[in-house]
DNA sequence: ACCTGAACACCGTTCAAGT
DNA sequence: ACCTGAACACCGTTCAAGT
């Protein structure tokens, strides 16, 4: 089912973080079903009334379960958000990996223009969602979460760079780094300011070849 | 008689600028020094119990007022901590536009490093407190206030880029953009992950670089 | 095993009453 | 003019009682 062992992973860095875990696991078939039509309501209500709105009766309401069945499976609520953030990021997370995969081998332009391309289509697919994803990501304490999800694309990007075929000197830690954030912080501020989407835009314009001179002159 | 859902919905709505804007102006000096506690308690709050654990009453205890003194200044928790925003903001802008004013007619490389410089001394100044002020303006919707401080420091470097000695057929108003977008964001995400004091290092080094090789390869 | 919802502690906000 | 704090509505969370 949904739950899986990764949030248990999740957890072992930080003290708190065993609060986080789902209370239990789904024995029955009508459980399961009940931990699907939270998750769902969670995002519907995230998407129709905004983050500030969220509220754990509301996602209990919409999901047609009693409060206490949502805390059942779920200690609080930002264990909720947290499993919501975290099949997020995994989405993201396999979209980069796969683009990493692809361009392996290629050179430092094809790879600057090929990991833009893609974190833009993974960012721009839901740029609702992933506004409400940064919300609510500040709110709790999920930087841990952002925190090893970026450190994975990091480490693929590392790995891309060191396989280029027109490498010199080109050190791929530090650079997988600076074009990460990059990348990601450069979007991310920018869906956040006022008339995005023309801004976004530009930014989708020129932001391959920023990365490309970036990789050509440390290279 | 009162009406507490429709505040509450006027509130979670786009903010009106009025709705934020301080509910009265002091006539005595008693009451200046009452404003100036309740900002000062706001920010120790802040730093000493997290975002997550600053609420009204704590504030008002902190600044040794009641509850109801501090309404009278702030309409509402929002308008607060807009205000401590604002300021840390302001504060940011004003070193910006300094910088910016420095460097005016310098060549491309040379604005590219000052700006880069520029901007990592006002952030790593106190990262603690820009930490939090992310952790704010994700929680409440601030968007338009960093949207409008953002605007001024894009218009600032357009200006900036367009008085480059060097320049050839350099767009001012997009490249501004995209420079804001990669400083601001590259530093935002990268203080938001962990281990940041050592990443930060590796971005201070590197950024000045990939600023100025966006600089002379869209030049 | 799974679900329910009244009850509790706490938070943002108000307002009649004080100086 | 400025301040106070009990009171109110609402939210996160719990737990005794149900199926």
Redesign the pocket.
Known sequence: MKHPSVLVFAFMTRPTAALLKPR?A???A??AV?IDAIQIATIQVLLTDGAG?????RVAERAG?????M??YY????ALLFAVVERQLDRITTVMLTAARDLHGQDLATIARGLTAAWFNVKGEDAVTSRAMYAIAAEFDLADLMSRSMEQGMHAIGELLRSASDRRSLDPTSTALVLTAMLSGSVRVVMEIERAEEKLACLRRELPLACQAYLVAVN
Do not use: A, D, H
């Not at 709105?53 to 009766?57: C, S």
């Not at 379960?65 to 069945?69: A, L, Q």
């Open positions: 239990k789904p024995r029955q009508r459980s009940t709105r969220l509220t754990t009766t379960v009693s409060i206490g069945t805390y059942q200690p609080n609520k930002e």
